[in-house]
């Protein structure tokens, strides 16, 4: 009977392995999800909406294949919408039962021109009329995609491209190659499938505990038949009855042969009429050979005793082998993940968006690598002078003090060099949620490494889909100051209209209230609105005026000539961006005039040792007067309306503007 059950294990324990292994062969389905998109007419761009992407959970594996350079990005669908607004482009979305449509969206449908949010208004960025020549040189040049700061990431390999993504909802994938030939037509799409088999390796664990109890039933039916001894045959009848033969009647031939045999044997001593030929002989050599069968016997049965034993442990090892391969040889796929199932909670946002609230400007991401690149080309600039590449990533205020420095260091090139942006810490990242262009991003960045390099607050700013981001405000952070609580990046926040009732100033008058502060001081009746910082600003521009007048009584000229200042807003609209407070961040400008005339026709004003009046105005003298204009650059911290608290200066800079002689 255990022979039967240890068969009826083996089988059993066959089966539940084998149903383990097949869940992980035969019978496991395919790990990926494959589409392929089907282009009909070429387009230099392919736009693959979000839908398509997230057709199956999971990541997503972009293949193209092409000749040459193939370039991949993604980003917001609506600004790649806006983005090839004036372009060619194959639209891939997700049609009936699942099936992929390629719709051609030529350039003059303007699909996106009015039913898009996300396309600039006419009068916010009107294009110029172009000459039939100029519209086929556009049409054969193209855009290249490549270095837009639209996307969100990019990609770019010769010939073959693969891209790991897992896009959320709202994203879209951009294909090209330069703009300008037709973008790749072959692209697929796969997503992973979940080819876990939890019942794969419990089935292998038990089936491998079950051979393992088959095997030792099999050694107790060996060890319980060898204790039997095997199977009894039926031996003979009995035997009859031995009687003394009398040698005396039998044949004298007979007679000696049973003579000569006894006279053989050792110990014989002859025939004896009173001995019995039939009876056994007795003595010392028949004892010994007793002694000696029977070692001989103790010894294979010891011999037989062991084999069983070692018998029995050459089978348990394979069967505890063969458990511990099937244990080992199975991956987390092939075994119930009870934790899976209960997430950890992630935490609650401290601030929640409102339903209507639109889409920040950029991700954080995406606006520390715009950063680091404007902060590559600008020092590029600056090592070159090249006032044109740095026209690529400046505007407003910034380039204006760009323009001047570099004419400052062409005539005197031991002026110094101005320093590089600090991206190694962005601090804050304040995008505007918009979908609409302009659109403004508030950066806070500092420099881990250097010490001497203060943090620099700047606002830059996207003109339209096609721009790059450009620096407008920039100044250096005050080591007192206190940076405001500001929104989220993913989250944003808004622009303040320059009329806004809802600070304490509106953005609109803040330059022309500090204004009055600097030029009239404690008389001015805002004096008391802005903090110790502000007022310690305003002062620092008075003394500097009034070294200006005693340097003119210095060199005796207090009597023939006469100096007038002047400080106003600049023509370059303030950028307010709004705090958690209900206040606002607004960056404005002023233009300090410094004007020195003759009182006198015979008198002149004599440059001296001012090298950069020398520089910029070509001249050593004048007889009418020279004025000198610098350029502030201010970020305060407006709280809102109602509030006790002071107008706060963060960040101050000063650059020289300009030195005109007047005609």
């Known amino acids: 009977m255990r022979f039967v059950w240890a068969v009826v294990a083996f089988v059993l324990a066959a089966g539940l392995i084998g149903a383990g292994i097949a869940q992980r062969t035969i019978f496991m389905g395919p790990s990926t999800e494959k589409v392929a998109v089907e282009v009909e007419e070429p387009a230099p761009f392919v736009l693959m909406d979000a839908e398509v992407l997230r057709e199956h959970a999971g990541a997503q594996t972009l293949l193209i294949r092409g000749e040459g350079d193939i370039f991949a990005a993604y980003g917001r669908t609506g600004d790649m919408e806006a983005w090839l607004a004036d372009a060619d482009y194959n639209h891939?979305?997700?049609?009936?039962?699942?099936?992929?449509?390629?719709?051609?969206?030529?350039?003059?449908?303007?699909?996106?021109?009015?039913?898009?949010?996300?396309?600039?208004?006419?009068?916010?960025?009107?294009a110029p009329e172009a000459t039939p020549t100029e519209e086929a040189d556009a049409e054969a040049t193209g855009r290249n995609p490549a270095g837009s700061d639209l996307w969100l990431d990019s990609f770019s390999e010769p010939d073959r491209l693969i891209a790991d993504l897992q896009v959320p909802e709202g994203v879209s994938v951009i294909i090209a190659h330069d703009g300008t030939q037709d973008a790749p037509e072959d692209i697929s799409i796969?997503?992973?499938?979940?080819?876990?088999?939890?019942?794969?390796?419990?089935?292998?664990?038990?089936?491998?505990?079950?051979?393992?109890v088959g095997l030792v039933l099999y050694v107790l039916a060996i060890r319980h038949q060898r204790r039997?001894?095997?199977?009894?045959?039926?031996?003979?009848?009995?035997?009859?009855?031995?009687?003394?033969?009398?040698?005396?009647?039998?044949?004298?031939?007979?007679?000696?042969?049973?003579e000569s045999a006894g006279a053989d044997r050792p110990g014989a001593e002859g025939p004896s009429s009173d001995h019995d030929p039939a009876a056994p002989e007795s003595g010392a050599p028949e004892r010994d050979s007793d002694s000696s069968e029977a070692a001989e016997q103790g010894r294979r049965s010891e011999l037989r005793a062991a084999t069983p034993t070692r018998r029995?442990?050459?089978?348990?090892v394979p069967a505890l082998a063969l458990t511990a391969l099937l244990a080992t040889g199975c991956s987390a796929d092939s075994w119930p993940q009870f934790g899976a199932a209960s997430p950890t909670p992630s935490p609650t946002p401290t601030v929640i968006a409102p339903d209507n609230q639109k889409p920040?400007?950029?991700?954080?991401?995406?606006?520390?690598?715009?950063?680091?690149?404007?902060?590559?080309?600008?020092?590029?600039?600056?090592?070159?002078?090249?006032?044109?590449?740095?026209?690529?990533?400046?505007?407003?205020?910034?380039?204006?003090?760009?323009?001047?420095?570099?004419?400052?260091?062409?005539?005197?090139?031991?002026?110094?060099?101005?320093?590089?942006?600090?991206?190694?810490?962005?601090?804050?990242?304040?995008?505007?949620?918009?979908?609409?262009w302009p659109r403004t991003v508030l950066l806070l960045s500092k420099s881990e490494g250097d010490d001497t390099i203060p943090p620099v607050i700047l606002t830059m700013t996207q003109q339209d889909p096609w721009s790059t981001y450009k620096i407008t405000n920039m100044a250096e952070m005050s080591a007192d100051a206190v940076f405001?609580?500001?929104?989220?990046?993913?989250?944003?926040?808004?622009?303040?209209?320059d009329d806004s009732a809802f600070l304490s100033m509106p953005p609109g008058?803040?330059?022309?209230?500090?204004?009055?502060?600097?030029?009239?001081?404690?008389?001015?009746?805002?004096?008391?609105?802005?903090?110790?910082?502000?007022?310690?600003?305003?002062?620092?521009?008075?003394?500097?005026?009034?070294?200006?007048?005693?340097?003119?009584?210095?060199n005796g000229a207090a009597a023939t000539s006469q100096t007038a200042f002047d400080i106003v807003p600049s023509e370059a609209a303030p950028v307010s961006m709004t705090t958690l407070g209900s206040g606002a961040i607004v960056a404005v400008s002023l233009v300090d005039t410094e004007t020195v005339t003759p009182t006198?026709?015979?008198?002149?004003?004599?440059?001296?040792?001012?090298?950069?009046?020398?520089?910029?105005?070509?001249?050593?003298?004048?007889?009418?007067?020279?004025?000198?204009?610098?350029?502030?650059?201010?970020?305060?911290?407006?709280?809102?309306?109602?509030?006790?608290?002071?107008?706060?200066?963060?960040?101050?800079?000063?650059?020289?503007?300009?030195?005109?002689?007047?005609?």
């Open 190 to 212: 796969s997503w992973p499938l979940d080819t876990s088999t939890p019942l794969a390796g419990p089935l292998m664990a038990a089936g491998g505990l079950v051979l393992l």
């Open 509 to 554: 008058e803040l330059a022309a209230t500090y204004a009055d502060v600097v030029d009239a001081g404690e008389q001015s009746a805002s004096y008391g609105l802005f903090d110790e910082i502000s007022l310690n600003l305003a002062k620092s521009i008075r003394d500097s005026r009034q070294a200006v007048v005693q340097n003119l009584a210095d």
């Open 312 to 316: 029995r442990r050459m089978l348990a």
């Open 600 to 663: 006198s026709a015979d008198a002149v004003i004599r440059f001296g040792e001012n090298a950069q009046a020398k520089a910029l105005t070509g001249v050593t003298e004048s007889a009418k007067g020279v004025t000198t204009k610098y350029e502030f650059q201010l970020f305060f911290s407006v709280p809102a309306q109602g509030s006790t608290e002071q107008i706060r200066l963060l960040a101050v800079r000063q650059d020289l503007l300009s030195v005109e002689v007047i005609k």
């Open 360 to 436: 920040p400007a950029v991700t954080e991401a995406q606006a520390k690598r715009i950063l680091q690149q404007i902060s590559t080309t600008v020092t590029d600039a600056d090592a070159a002078m090249d006032i044109e590449l740095a026209k690529t990533r400046l505007d407003g205020p910034a380039l204006a003090a760009r323009t001047t420095e570099y004419a400052l260091r062409t005539a005197v090139p031991e002026t110094p060099v101005p320093g590089a942006i600090p991206t190694d810490d962005v601090e804050v990242v304040l995008p505007e949620a918009t979908d609409r």
């Open 92 to 126: 891939v979305t997700v049609g009936t039962n699942g099936r992929l449509d390629v719709e051609f969206v030529p350039a003059s449908s303007g699909e996106s021109t009015e039913e898009s949010p996300a396309t600039p208004a006419p009068e916010v960025t009107p």
């Open 228 to 258: 039997g001894k095997g199977p009894r045959r039926k031996g003979p009848g009995p035997m009859p009855a031995t009687e003394p033969i009398e040698l005396s009647q039998l044949p004298p031939a007979e007679r000696s042969a049973i």
């Open 484 to 497: 405001p609580d500001v929104a989220a990046a993913w989250l944003g926040t808004s622009l303040v209209p």
